[in-house]
């Protein structure tokens, strides 16, 4: 596939790059959206960052709506975090020992999420899930779990079923090398469907471990809960005795400081964290209600381990991030900001006759080309990809940068002013008349 658009920017540094990374690294990555499989053509390749902005290796800048995924919430390399992680480093990288950083984050975390008293740290949202999904397997002594059509939880194997995001994008629902033993443990309902899960419950009474859910639905666009849906679910979790887990690696520290389960005013049992937990450095967390964390080692049966755990680069990061993120207004300007993008894109959309689905909430927005109401994954297929296709391209010729996929959400900083904003919808404005 070639771009839609010829480039006029000199992205040559990048392609070669690109051409080394393939002999290097399956498909010149080391994590599979960054291949642009998606839109087709070669990736940049970033060279530093700043602010709201990203510079690639040829030197061209960009506004950036990527976020590294959702970590950069105070925009690239915030001057107090760089110190927090330099101050650190000068102290050693790590001791496989405890240290004080490790209680100010933790203490931070539970003091901010209405669902976690008791936390552990582990080194990516990936983690964070598998062991959410074994301890409340654990907890449970029992073995289904339930998931949602187009939710993404990480790449272990029991979670690698209409996974969303990366895997929709490439058309792989599944995975070769995941045990059909494991894939039958987990059972797929509808998103914003309460129904599904109550059919999914009474057709395997007893045997459900846990309800996991994305709470604003982020790596199939980016999908809120409808009015109950989370309520729902957490009724049901309570009928039924299972383990609701709010997987708020996205939406944790994003959409409200005290995540979506405090933004909707609903407490799950258990609730996984990454992404913004880190500042951009690898953490991830597991957490909840004390009974259920007494199961996980050495204080219960449960085993969950990491060398680099907690280590105090990242907790340095973190508590600093989540510092800054506490101050009063931080989130109402984020909310404000991802609004006016929401609405300004869809005026633009408009202005050009083309349809148009906008969410925003918090720090994440999503537009999606299409008529449909988009409530879950099925409406997302709908989206026109080549549409989307020819405006990415476009667009990075105009020098903004978004997730190379129709399946990301959009990520916004405390950086992105409404300057920027506003040049970003001059942006859309000019490519959209063109297409
Ligand atoms: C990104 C993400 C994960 C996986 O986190 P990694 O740090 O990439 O392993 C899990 N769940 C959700 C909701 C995510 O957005």
Known sequence: ????????????????????????????????VRAFKGVGGNPLFIDRAEGPYVYDADGNK???????????????????????VQEAAEKGFSYGAPTVLENQLAKLVIDAVPGVDKVRFVNSGTEA????????????????????SGCYHGHADAF??????????????DSPGVPS??????????????????????ANTGEIAAILVEPVAGNMGCIPPQQGFLE???????????VLVFDEVMTGFRVAYGGAQSHYGVTPDL???????????????????????????????????????????????GIETLTQLKQPGVYEQLSATSARLAEGLQVVFTKHNLPVQTAAVGGMLGFAQTATPITGYDDMLTVDRDVFTKLFWAL???????????????????THTDVVIDETMAAFDRVLSTL
Do not use: W
Not at 1 to 23: G, I, Q, V, W
Not at 283 to 299: H, L, Q, R, S
């Open 1 to 32: 596939m070639t771009t839609a658009t010829a480039p006029r920017l000199n992205t040559d540094t990048s392609a070669k790059h690109f051409e080394t990374a393939k002999t290097l690294m399956p498909g010149g990555v080391n994590s599979p």
């Open 271 to 317: 609730s996984c964290f990454g992404k913004v937990i880190g500042g951009g450095l690898p953490v991830g967390a597991y957490g909840g209600k004390t009974d259920i964390m007494a199961m996980v080692a050495p204080e219960g049966p449960m085993y969950q381990a990491g060398t680099l755990s907690g280590n105090p680069l990242a907790m340095a990061a």
């Open 396 to 414: 990075l010729q105009e020098g903004v940068y978004l997730a190379p996929s129709p399946f990301e959400a959009m990520f916004v900083s405390t």
């Open 129 to 148: 899930c598998l062991s959410a999904a074994r301890l409340a397997r654990a907890y449970t002594g029992k073995q289904k779990l339930i998931k949602f």
């Open 232 to 242: 729902s679910l957490r009724a049901l979790a309570d009928e039924h005795g299972c």
């Open 181 to 202: 033993e494991v894939a039958v443990n987990t059972l797929t309902a509808t998103f914003n469907n309460a129904d599904s899960v109550k059919a999914l419950l009474e």
């Open 160 to 173: 690698l079923v209409k996974a969303g995001s990366g895997a929709a994008t490439l058309g792989l629902p």
């Open 62 to 84: 960009y506004i950036d709506y990527v976020a590294s995924y959702g970590p950069a919430i105070l925009g690239h390399a915030p001057v107090s975090v760089v110190r927090a």
